[in-house]
């Protein structure tokens, strides 16, 4: 397998290994953040309060019908923007009183760092230095530190003021009510006013024609003496007549009141009549094609009732049809409400050319019902026409008089609706609860500096573990040993106890060679891995013996003195001739652990250029040990010359297998040398401790030097990856133990 293949990342492993090793990193970087936080909290944090309003935003759909007030569906959003709004802010400064003024320019809680930043840099060059004027403060306060506005869906809005008295605080919120209640009634009253006006014109007019009309009527019926009566046919056509006659009139008061509405917003003077839509080619088609199903929806009224499918259809195109010409009037709007110099917000202009492209598409639809309206009237004139002259004048002095009642009357409610809106106090906002003094202080601001601590904490503490972690990456597994090196793994060995380990008051000695084998205890799961190991080495060795086998590590203290003491008890298991010898001739310690003293060793042999048998001990039967020797000048030296190739060559004859411990590649240049005249290399890699580069680089240098490197070991195992990886061996022997315990019993 190719060693390029290192870059991926088993991040899951990853997370692991850093909640569980390095813990302690990020508890270290919490503390660093929050100790810190909560001195700050608690020794140099004002006291805030906070008092809070409540309003509510009425629907739309508690005015009445034909009334289309300012607040349109999207009256939350538009108050929404009136609060947040300068203007709104500067009403609110003007109507505050001199001591809540002076808190919000002398006891800022908006902190612009970035002009600090930028007034440090221009004090540097020379530069002028930017400074806000108390208003500008006071504004900035408003609008950035001390007013949260909450918008709930029912319509619900939450004024919340932040100060550092109580007073300031709920002078802050009662003014925002105050001022936006003035705005939006004054507001509300200049709509309810216009309206009113126009109703009252069209009341004074429809009085006179109905008292013109009635008197008419009675010099006619003086004159002729009451004595003419109309067929029953015509009867029912006058009525017809007359009710159309009044329908038209109630769609005509409609239309003028939205042409009123719409020359208000557009900051007109008031020109009922007036052309409501630009006739260009994208809007002329779309005007057209509604004055169409129009007339199409009044013909199939005239025969099905409402709930005909065909009916139904010829709604839903005349709203699809009035959606899209709203949407084509809509970017040709200037919004000017009631003539008001102040520039609107974005958001402000966009509702109100929604709102009057709505009455534009409005005005087309109520145009074309009268030209529907009309047509129809003027079919039944035509039909009375056939009565003589007396019948068709005292139809016409009656059609006149009842309709112009019913006018009268419809204007009438109208008027009186009007009425009542103009005089109420607010037309859209009603006012829940004012702020009240709080009694004591916020806990917002210190829990949120806490919990700002708190996160800020976990990540420093975490992000420095994590790049500890990231900068090490470990080995662990046999699949990130293979994908970094490329290499087989011969085996894995679990973590073992040390024998001095249970004793009390002994110290267990952590630098010396561990043997698993202990006591009667012969399938010790360490033993077994090495077994498994030595199994996996003379698979290797089918084509090409491997004979001399040198056993090395990337760095110190990974256990390769260790493991090859182990894996030589697991070949002496064999009936095979077994030598050791300790190369390491900087820090030998097998010596130590096979409790033979270092005498007339290796280092010895090499500097006198004669073999010794004596240097050869034998520890057991069919097992012989070459110690390192006196530690020489110049280890790197002797292992190099040519009398180690001569100690090679003996120790081949003298044994069936022979392990040589060497010193760690990366950490010293002894081994390297040797490596070209040894039949393999065995690599051993801590888990949980050798770097995945340190593991490469291991390997590079080996090949470099001709090295033929059979594999790689992990030493040390985890508890939790050996139930992982030896699951089902636990299980077994476990069965095993217990089958031995029930016959020892009986």
């Known amino acids: 397998m190719d060693a390029k293949t290192t870059g991926s990342i088993d991040y899951l492993r990853l997370v692991r290994r850093v909640v569980v090793h390095r813990w302690r990193i990020i508890v270290a970087g919490f503390l660093a953040v929050v100790v810190p936080t909560v001195a700050v909290v608690s020794l140099s944090t004002e006291n805030l309060y906070e008092a809070s309003a409540t309003l509510f935003l009425l629907p739309e759909k508690s005015d009445p019908p034909f009334l289309r007030e300012f607040t349109s569906p999207e009256a939350t959003a538009v108050y929404v923007v009136l609060l947040r709004s300068r203007s709104l802010a500067q009403a609110i400064i003007e109507a505050l009183p001199k001591e809540?003024?002076?808190?919000?320019?002398?006891?800022?809680?908006?902190?612009?760092?970035?002009?600090?930043a930028t007034n440090s840099l221009r004090r540097l060059t020379g530069g002028e230095v930017v400074v806000y004027s108390p208003t500008e403060l006071a504004l900035r306060e408003l609008q950035e530190a001390r007013m949260n506005f909450t918008i709930a869906r029912d319509g619900t809005v939450t004024i919340t003021a932040v100060a550092f008295s109580p007073r300031v605080a709920v002078d802050l919120a009662n003014t925002y009510v105050d001022v936006l209640l003035s705005r939006s009634s004054s507001f509300a009253r200049q709509q309810a006013r216009g309206t009113r006006e126009l109703l009252e014109s069209l009341m004074t007019q429809a009085k006179m024609s109905q008292g013109e009309a009635e008197d008419a009527m009675r010099r006619f019926q003086a004159k002729t003496g009451g004595r003419i009566k109309l067929p029953e046919e015509s009867k029912s056509d006058l009525t017809a007549l007359a009710q159309l006659e009044s329908q038209l009139g109630d769609l005509q008061v409609t239309r003028e009141v939205a042409e009123n509405k719409l020359t208000y917003l557009k900051g007109e003077k008031s020109r009922p009549g007036s052309p409501t839509a630009s006739?260009?080619?994208?809007?002329?088609?779309?005007?057209?094609?509604?004055?169409?199903?129009?007339?199409?929806?009044?013909?199939?009224?005239?025969?099905?009732?409402?709930?005909?499918?065909?009916?139904?259809?010829?709604?839903?195109?005349?709203?699809?049809?009035?959606?899209?010409?709203?949407?084509?009037?809509?970017?040709?709007?200037?919004?000017?409400?009631?003539?008001?110099?102040?520039?609107?917000?974005?958001?402000?202009a966009a509702q109100?050319?929604?709102?009057?492209?709505?009455?534009?598409?409005?005005?087309?639809?109520?145009?074309?019902?009268?030209?529907?309206?009309?047509?129809?009237?003027?079919?039944?004139?035509?039909?009375?026409?056939a009565m003589g002259a007396r019948e068709q004048e005292y139809s016409g002095f009656m059609r006149t008089v009842l309709t112009q009642a019913k006018l009268t009357d419809m204007i009438s409610d109208k008027l009186t609706a009007a009425r009542i809106s103009e005089q109420s106090q607010i037309r859209s906002i009603h006012v829940i609860d004012l702020a009240s003094l709080p009694r004591q202080p916020s806990p917002k601001q210190p829990l949120t500096l806490l919990f700002m601590g708190v996160l800020g904490g976990l990540a420093l503490g975490v992000g420095a573990a994590t790049a500890r972690e990231w900068v090490l990456q470990v080995v662990e597994t046999e699949r990130e040993v293979t994908r970094a090196t490329g290499l087989p793994v011969l085996g894995s060995i679990p973590v073992a106890d040390r024998p001095g380990s249970s004793e009390k008051g002994a110290a267990p000695a952590d630098d010396l060679p561990v043997l698993f084998v202990a006591g009667n205890d012969l399938h010790s799961l360490p033993a077994d891995a090495c077994r498994a190991i030595r199994t996996a080495l003379d698979c290797q060795g089918l084509d090409r013996p491997l004979k001399t086998l040198l056993v090395t590590s990337p760095g110190a203290h990974e256990g390769k003195s260790t493991v090859l003491l182990n894996l030589g008890r697991a070949f002496l298991e064999t009936d095979r001739r077994l030598l050791l010898i300790d190369a390491d001739l900087r820090r030998p310690s097998l010596h130590r652990a096979l409790r033979t003293p270092n005498e007339i060793g290796l280092a010895d042999v090499l500097r006198a250029g004669t073999v010794w048998p004596e240097a050869f001990r034998p520890l057991a039967p069919g097992m012989d040990f070459m110690p390192s020797g006196i530690k020489p000048a110049n280890p790197s030296s002797l292992i190099a010359s040519k009398h180690m190739l001569r100690v090679l060559e003996l120790a081949r004859e003298r044994a069936d297998v022979v392990l040589i411990d060497a010193p760690p590649v990366l950490a010293v240049a002894d081994c390297l040398p040797l490596c070209r005249y040894v039949d393999g290399v065995i690599l051993v890699a801590r888990f949980g401790a050798t770097r995945r580069r340190s593991l490469i680089r291991a390997k590079e240098q080996l090949e470099r030097v001709g090295a033929h490197v059979v594999g790689v070991v992990i030493n040390g195992l985890s508890r939790h990856e050996t139930r992982h990886y030896y699951s089902e061996y636990t299980h077994y022997v476990g069965i095993q133990k217990r089958k031995r315990k029930g016959k020892r019993r009986k």
Do not use: C, N, W
């Open 100 to 116: 809540s003024r002076e808190e919000l320019t002398k006891r800022v809680l908006f902190r612009d760092y970035l002009l600090t």
């Open 352 to 385: 109100l050319s929604k709102q009057m492209a709505a009455l534009q598409v409005e005005i087309v639809s109520l145009q074309a019902r009268e030209e529907v309206l009309q047509q129809r009237a003027a079919r039944l004139r035509r039909s009375l026409s």
């Open 279 to 348: 006739a260009d080619s994208s809007t002329q088609g779309l005007q057209e094609r509604l004055t169409q199903l129009e007339a199409k929806l009044a013909a199939l009224a005239e025969k099905y009732t409402d709930q005909h499918p065909s009916v139904q259809t010829a709604r839903a195109e005349i709203q699809e049809t009035q959606e899209r010409l709203a949407s084509a009037l809509r970017p040709r709007q200037a919004p000017k409400p009631g003539g008001a110099s102040a520039s609107l917000k974005p958001i402000e």
